[in-house]
């Protein structure tokens, strides 16, 4: 994405943006501009509107700069969408880097960044691409840019040589190398001057570089995971721009080189309370306003809690109208004429693309059929009915949807709805009979050995009481919090009229990050559901808000993207898998014993790191070993009886536990901006 953006929302800007690339501006009989349900600039890839570029009106910054969740539209600014067609992105790139038009570029008071010899030192790097991947050297001389973690195979010893010239030497003794053909290869045992084992370094800033070979190409790291060091350019914020990571963290010397050291200042503590180097003063007219304002909250908690829990106990009553079942013949009347709503079908499984294949692996060998007896309506890219159609019972009538409607298929791009049901993991696989007409509906489910498939199966009936549940749960969460808070507040405060001063014993235990004490995990789980919250919720702050927050939090956006996207969040928590502690908060939240059986959870045990039993005397039990490296600590074990209880990916995890910790990764992962690393 470049530019000054009005492009993504300016109508007019748009509309010219969308013809440079040679979109059709609007078509099928609807205008380029609308209340469409996907907002900003947007596109087809496929379909009866596929070439055609459409503007939707309204909403914010947030809901114009989003990827569509339908397979079938993306965002023709954004490169880095998975829909986007290739002739599309050509496109895109040129037009980008293209000086004579000022469609895409940025504003022209900006000033520009010439590259310059970057000040690097040698010694152990890692590069990290800007899919948040680190660049490998295998044993067998491959080159791989699929890693979250920067580990031993991931460093290389840079060496400077005269010219601004560089080399890189892996792992395993051996000198990267590139190819005239464009193959990355990392499998020479010398580099000499003026060969295909040196390379030029372009600085971009921020340790951010770009690596030129000999044969005048960019060295470029692919979604796909593989290298390629076939670019001819290498365009602002592309594939060919890598992060420069040290041992000690991003940017020479670790991330804490340019910190200074902080006088001791008054911070706030406590209700009505400051503290100085560990003694509180009081302030008794404070403390009356804070109980006063306490006693307020504890109303408004209380009225919210009224009509919260009502709602919330109704929304329970929702769910799924159909329990497992592998078949079954169900009755539509469409009363309103204008369509059902359909079927929703669930089954057993989790998110993921274990075999790397691009597909979420649950929804794969899955055949679903269904077939109608009655008519159904065609309808258009904003739900407007386009025709009416007679019956065909050899139709069928079921439609890939993994997320929202239209979402479309189990692309692993595509973060897919879930649901816990009588303690049974359940993700979506897809709608059957949407805008179907009266008649009757048979829906069956198999793999592709013929083998029965069970389904769980939601109506609108199910829909419309689970849509009380998150009103419900929203205000008997804020609720309970705000009554919660200020009876702590007005128990804190009950003795402290009148005191003037008091000194605290052992209230500052040492910690890392902002939370301390027994209760520091509790407080970031709040911490991690009131973002969640948020999110849920129309973002109605001003520019100045957002700007001051991603200056505090720098990688939220980051980390919440992969959330959204339901990408691996392990990269973003695994600081924690090398601190006992951490790790046994972990094992607690997961419902695992943490140590037991007469052994302690931290030991020089023959595994490294956090691991669990699934069978056998410590069955349920977690330990820590520690010692190891690294690598070690979050290697795969190799033993049936153990697994890795942070691993998603473990074979041996039990179904209850990968379930929990589904659940647990969001606030695992938005611990590295609300609590992050040293």
């Known amino acids: 994405m470049a530019g000054d953006l009005q492009h993504i929302h300016d109508p007019a800007k748009a509309e010219e943006f969308a013809r440079a690339l040679g979109l059709q501006v609007g078509g099928a009989g609807h205008p380029f501009v609308g209340d469409w349900g996907t907002k900003g600039l947007f596109a087809y890839c496929s379909g009866k509107y596929s070439g055609m570029a459409y503007f939707g009106s309204g909403g914010d910054e947030r809901s114009r700069l989003t990827i569509p969740h339908e397979s079938d539209k993306y965002r023709p600014w954004n490169r880095y969408d998975p829909d986007i067609p290739d002739h599309i992105l050509e496109k895109l790139i040129e037009l980008e880097d293209d000086d004579s038009t000022s469609i895409g570029q940025p504003a022209r008071n900006q000033p520009s960044v010439e590259p310059s010899s970057i000040e690097i030192d040698e010694g152990k790097i890692a590069l990290k691409s800007v899919h948040g991947k680190y660049l490998s050297a295998q044993p067998d001389g491959r080159a791989e840019w699929n890693r979250d973690i920067a580990s031993e195979w991931e460093y290389f010893h840079l060496e400077k040589r005269q010219g601004g010239k560089i080399t890189l030497k892996g792992a395993h003794g051996m000198y990267v190398s590139a190819q005239p053909d464009g193959d990355v290869q990392i499998n020479r045992q010398a580099a000499p001057p003026t060969g295909w084992e040196e390379f030029t370094i372009e600085d971009r800033g921020n340790n951010v570089i770009c690596l030129k070979s000999v044969h005048w190409k960019y060295l470029s790291a692919q979604m796909d995971g593989t290298a390629q060091w076939n670019r001819d350019n290498a365009p602002k914020g592309g594939w060919e721009e890598f992060q420069v990571v040290y041992p000690g963290g991003i940017g020479q010397g670790g991330p804490a080189t340019n910190t200074t050291s902080m006088p ?135 439609d890939p949807e993994i997320a929202h409607e239209g979402s479309g298929d189990c692309r692993s791009h595509h973060h897919p709805e879930q649901a816990s049901h009588n303690g049974v993991q359940l993700v979506k696989i897809g709608r059957a009979c949407k805008d179907c007409m009266n008649g009757t509906t048979t829906i069956t489910a198999q793999n592709v050995e013929g083998g029965e498939i069970l389904m769980w199966i939601r109506t609108e009936e199910n829909q419309e009481k689970l849509g009380m549940l998150i009103p419900g749960a929203i205000m008997m969460g804020i ?25 605290s014993t052992g209230s500052n235990p040492s910690r890392q990050g902002q939370y301390g004490g027994n209760d520091w995990f509790i407080e970031l789980v709040k911490e991690s559901e009131a973002i969640s919250l948020q999110l849920s919720q129309p973002d109605e702050r001003s520019y100045h808000e957002r700007s001051t927050e991603r200056m505090k939090y720098p990688d939220k956006e980051k980390v919440e993207e992969d959330i959204r996207l339901g990408n691996s969040l392990q990269k973003w928590y695994a600081h924690w898998l090398h601190d006992a502690e951490k790790s046994s908060k972990i094992a607690e939240a997961l419902g695992l014993g943490v140590g037991g059986a007469g052994s302690d959870f931290t030991g020089k045990w023959r595994t490294d790191g956090l691991f669990a039993y699934r069978s056998g005397k410590y069955n349920g039990y977690a330990y820590f070993g520690t010692g190891g490296s690294d690598e070690s600590r979050l290697g795969p074990i190799g033993d049936d009886e153990k697994y890795r209880p942070w691993n998603r990916d473990d074979p041996n995890m039990p179904k209850d536990i990968r379930g929990k910790l589904l659940k647990l990764e969001e606030v695992l992962a938005r611990s590295y901006y609300l609590d992050p690393p040293k």
């Not at 307020?296 to 209380?302: C, D, H, P, S």
């Not at 057993?348 to 309506?377: K, L, M, S």
């Not at 309970?480 to 507040?489: E, F, P, R």
């Open 264 to 398: 001791q200042s008054v911070t706030v503590s406590g209700a009505g309370s400051s503290e100085v180097n560990g003694t509180y003063l009081f302030n008794p007219v404070a403390v009356k306003s804070t109980r006063k304002k306490a006693w307020t909250a504890l109303a408004i908690g209380l009225l919210l809690l009224a009509p919260g829990i009502p709602l919330f106990i109704m929304g329970l009553g929702g769910g799924f109208q159909y329990e497992a079942v592998s078949s079954g013949t169900f009755e539509i009347v469409d009363s309103d004429g204008q369509g059902d709503f359909g079927f929703e079908i669930f089954i057993e499984g989790v998110p993921g693309d274990f075999d790397g294949d691009g597909f979420h692996d649950y929804c794969e060998n899955v055949v679903i059929t269904a077939n109608h007896t009655g008519g159904w309506f065609t309808t258009g890219p904003h739900d407007e009915i386009v025709a009416e159609n007679p019956p065909d019972e050899s139709r069928n009538a079921f």
């Open 479 to 503: 609720g309970a919090l705000t009554v919660i808070g200020s009876l702590g507040i007005l128990a804190k405060t009950r003795h402290s009229h009148g005191r003037s001063q008091t000194t």
